[in-house]
């Protein structure tokens, strides 16, 4: 059973451009959040997304954009990349409703994509 | 809003070693409290939670007590090993529900020294 997966693992963009992440949920899990994680610092909740929807979005400016598809996947778009950008984005996911296989509503974090903006 | 702070680290202690992470937390309603540990290299790990006051949350031998009268959720763990370096997050739902918004604290670097 494969966890949260992310894709790229590290990327190197440059200021003004746009970037764009991935993210694969846990097998059986529904809903897809995103975090930003600076150095040194706890991550920050950027959204979470659950049936293609935007449900619940942190303190971040509409640069910060996402989406969801019909298998669940996730991406997070950021566009007029600046400096203060340079962090590492986690995705996590869960399931909005336990059941048998899922019984707990834990989120499970992917190992992280490290952005660097130049 | 709601917050969380915890224990400025580094931490290095010696193998065996008795730990403690104070965490403290603001928050309106019941929010259910987390610890999350990072490894090198790796994505968060839920440790141990707790969802309601006194409930106590343990895994691996780490211990945290929801104290809504202090509202506190320290961390303990009696015997510390090299294994055990990383860094801690405490973390909390506000609404109570772990698959919702987590609002995470600073973190706190452990080092286990043999």
């Known amino acids: 059973d494969a966890g949260v997966t992310q894709s790229p693992t590290h990327l190197i963009k440059t200021r003004g451009q746009q970037v764009t992440l991935r993210c694969s949920p846990k097998?059986?899990?529904?809903?897809v959040s995103w975090y930003q994680q600076a150095l040194g610092q706890g991550p920050q909740f950027i959204f979470q997304y659950y049936e293609e929807e935007e449900r619940q979005r942190g303190n971040f400016p509409d640069r910060f954009s996402g989406h969801q598809f019909p298998n669940y996947s996730s991406e997070l778009n950021v566009n007029a990349l600046w400096l203060g950008d340079s962090a590492l984005y986690l995705c996590?996911?869960?399931?909005?409703?336990?059941?048998?296989?899922?019984?707990?509503?834990?989120?499970?974090f992917g190992p992280g994509t490290r952005l660097t903006v130049l | 809003g709601d917050s969380v702070t915890q224990m400025e680290g580094p931490v290095t202690l010696s193998e065996e070693a008795f730990l403690t992470i104070n965490c403290t937390y603001t928050a309106t309603g019941y929010p259910s409290l987390f610890w999350y540990v990072q490894y090198p290299g790796e994505g968060l790990q839920l440790l141990l939670k707790a969802t309601k006051a006194d409930d106590k949350g343990s895994n691996k031998g780490f211990e945290a007590t929801y104290r809504k009268e202090t509202t506190s959720f320290h961390l303990e763990k009696g015997s510390v090993q090299v294994s055990d370096s990383a860094v801690y997050f405490c973390?909390?739902?506000?609404?109570?529900?772990?698959?919702?918004?987590?609002?995470f604290g600073t973190g706190t670097r452990l080092t286990i020294i043999p």
């Open positions: 973390a909390l739902s506000a609404r109570g529900l772990g698959n919702e918004k987590l609002t």
């Open positions: 097998s059986g899990h529904d809903t």
């Open positions: 996590a996911s869960s399931s909005r409703h336990p059941t048998p296989r899922n019984p707990t509503v834990e989120q499970f």
